[in-house]
Each structure stands twice: as C-alpha cells, then as structure tokens.
C-alpha cells in the first residue's frame, strides 16, 4: 500500500499514500501499521480548530474548514458510542451491513479489486436525490487491520490510472477518510474522520446535513444492536 522508513508528520502520510506510482505498481505497495495507527490516533486525539456541531452523551461530531492536505473542503469528525456485547468483527460487519441498508438507493457500493487481506480498491456512486445535480463517484484504496483489539481503517483516493473515470459521472475527491473502532467498557466507540472534495456542492450545504445523518446513523445501528441482543438472549 505504501512504504517508507520514517513517519513525522500529518502532511507526510498522505503523499505516501497517494504514490507515484501507477498502474499494477501502485497496487503492490506495500503498507505499515504504525505510521496509520499514529496518524488516526492523532486525528482522534486533535481537537484544534474544530467547531463541536453535535454534542450527545453518545454522539459527537466536530468540523474545521480546511486541513494540512487541502485548504478549502470541511474536515469532519465524529465519535460514536454503541452498546452491546458484540464481538469487534460482528459488530463491525453489522456497521457494514447497516450503513449498506440505510444508503441503499442513494449510493452504490462495491469493491472493486481485493488487492491483499488487508488492502482493496474500493468503488462507489452517490446518486444526489435532486435530479439537477450529477452523480458523482469515487474510487478509494482502503487499508484496514486490527492491532491489540483496536481497528483501524484508512482510505484516500486512488489515481485515475488505477480506476478510470466514467464519464457519466463527476468524480470526487477523497483527500483521506478513517476510521477507529475500540472497546471501552461494554460499549464501543467508533470514530470517523474524512475529508472530501465534492466538486461545486457548497460546502455550508453539507455540513447543514451533517447533525442529520449523524443521528441517523446511530439510530439505526443502535436498533439493529438491540435486536441482536435480543436474540442472544431468547436463544
């Protein structure tokens, strides 16, 4: 996925990731854990500039304009608790499952290419529910591992190189996405991070929508915990 020999800052982490390289070559890179690990634990620890927009005993999120990658597109932040007793691989294919449920009809979802275990191209269209607005898609390498019970996911976009752009659509920019998914107690807390450049939707639109989704989205997966529960224990 990536390699190197030193890691120091948030600046450097993305230009390995988005390599030189092309082609079957960039596919082959190789990855390590520890320069990923540092730089999500550091985008989850950092709180510097950000403006807190939901603040729920379960459910936090936090915006900035701008990051060291990219000046002008939001970086968006959230920490999400769960319940449950869950083991981390169900709970994370049942995030999985769940958000593949709630945005059906709205994004179409796929991996494109299983390079390695741990490493894989994914593909995906966002069909915008105004029929003025065009499609737009976005091709990303995601890496994703667990260390010490811990899992961590990172992604950014791949070059048009590895997989092209369709021309029906308007291809967007994924400057890089996480996330950290760890065990606290009996809960979990999963958090996000991403940063994306999405062509000429107004910024302002969607950080307005953010409060929205992100209470959706714990609803939703927190119903689908309960029914799991409650099936642990009528069985």
Known sequence: FFFFFFFQAEDGIRDLVRSRGLGDVYKRQLFEREPIIAFLENQKNDLTDYKEIVSEEKIKMWVK???????????????????????????????????????????????????????????????????????????????????????????????????PEVKQYQRCETVFGGNILTKEGESYAYYTFSQVKVGNVPSALITSCLPGTAKSFHAKVSKELEKKMANTVSN
């Open 65 to 163: 304009w701008g990051s060291l990658f990219e000046s002008t597109s939001p970086l968006v932040k959230a920490r999400y608790v769960f319940d449950g007793p869950l083991e981390p691989t169900a709970f994370l294919a049942l995030l999985r499952d769940e958000r593949m449920n709630w945005d059906k009809g709205y994004i179409e979802f796929k991996e494109a290419e299983k390079i390695s275990p741990e490493v894989s191209i994914m593909y995906y269209v966002v069909k915008p529910p105004m029929f003025l607005m065009k499609a737009r898609d976005f091709a990303e390498k995601a890496v994703r591992f667990e260390e010490n019970g811990t899992f961590y996911q990172y992604s950014s976009s791949v070059p048009c190189e590895v997989y």
